[in-house]
């Protein structure tokens, strides 16, 4: 997953970048956003899916996470 780019932004995207694109937009993604460009699309900022990333981490109950 390494070789991946935000498509808005172009920064190298890590591992929770793109789980989180899928569990929140589409598990059928091809292209992703980083966590900010995300934030942005959402209308949330990034706190908000740092936090979801953590949960879904220490939860154990989402197979992107683990």
């Not at 789980?19 to 460009?37: E, G, H």
């Not at 900022?45 to 936090?51: H, L, M, T, V």
């Amino acid at each position: 997953m390494s070789s991946r780019t935000c498509t808005t932004c172009r920064v190298p995207l890590v591992t929770d970048d793109v789980a989180i694109y899928l569990k929140l937009v589409s598990r059928t993604a091809q292209d992703f956003l980083c966590i900010d460009c995300l934030g942005i699309k959402l209308n949330c900022g990034r706190e908000p899916i740092d936090k979801l990333i953590q949960y879904y981490r220490e939860s154990g109950n989402c197979v992107l996470f683990r």
